[in-house]
């Protein structure tokens, strides 16, 4: 039901690299947004956006950064990757309008390891 | 700020029904959602209820809201092996925010 891709789906790099996480959702939901899971655990908000040239950072703090040039692209890049990175990276998106209001869909999400 | 608890664990036996529990805080939530995630992917919305319900049904799956304990009970029937997965808890406040807030998850594992 929601087009919400991620790539890459998996990723090992070395520590220090700079990576970027691709999200893209073809339903023209306004907002969007980053989050961290480890394994089996709590899903933390990194950051958001509502709508083109709006980011903000979410809950939990993170070394990332985000950028919202285009409706439907949302990517996220770590300039020097560390083994604390390592983690599960999910990327979400909702709509303010229709009948499933502010209703988030997830894309498949990225899993990374840094070595 | 607002919360949303979740046991952890639940195992139960193939064919038998489960109920997954979630407390939250915010008595002026709008919508609360249970979400499916499978091993390495992301989180699938199963279903969503508006808080001026008491309970939606949808094929196996059963939706119980009571307000007034602040308690959202998530009942699948006659449950498979298929539906081993962690199952997350969500609601969203009013106020504008659109950023829901999730429980922990409740880990269901199905055996035969």
């Known amino acids: 039901e929601a087009d919400i891709y991620q790539t890459p789906r998996y990723l090992v790099i ?43 950072k979410g809950d939990l703090s993170s070394e990332s950064t985000v950028s919202r040039i285009r409706t439907e692209h ?17 990327c979400a998106s909702s709509d303010s309008t229709g009948p499933r209001t502010d209703t988030q869909y997830f894309g498949p999400g990225t899993r990374l390891t840094v070595l | 700020g607002e919360d949303v608890e979740q046991s952890l664990f639940l195992s139960v036996r193939e064919g038998d029904s489960s109920v997954i529990n979630c407390t939250y805080t915010d008595s002026s939530s709008t919508y609360l ?23 939606k049904q ?15 009970s998530l009942r ?3 449950t498979q092996t298929g539906d081993s997965a962690i199952y997350f808890c969500a609601e969203m406040g009013p106020g504008g925010s659109y950023i829901p807030t999730f429980g922990r998850g409740t880990s269901l594992i199905v055996h035969p």
């Open chain 2, 58 to 72: 949808d094929q196996r799956l059963t939706v119980l809201l009571n307000k007034k304990d602040k308690h959202l």
């Open chain 1, 74 to 90: 949302f990517p996220l890049t770590l300039e020097s990757a560390r083994p604390s990175h390592t983690s599960q990276y999910l």
């Open chain 2, 33 to 55: 959602y249970w979400y499916k995630q499978e091993p390495g992917a992301g989180l699938q919305l199963l279903t969503y209820i508006f808080s001026n319900m008491d309970m």
């Open chain 2, 76 to 78: 699948i029937a006659d």
């Open chain 1, 14 to 56: 070395g520590t220090g690299k700079k990576i970027t996480l691709e999200c893209s959702q073809t339903m023209g939901h306004d907002k969007m947004y980053w989050y961290q899971q480890d394994p089996g655990m709590e899903l933390h908000l990194i950051h958001y956006s509502y709508g083109v040239n709006s980011t903000e």
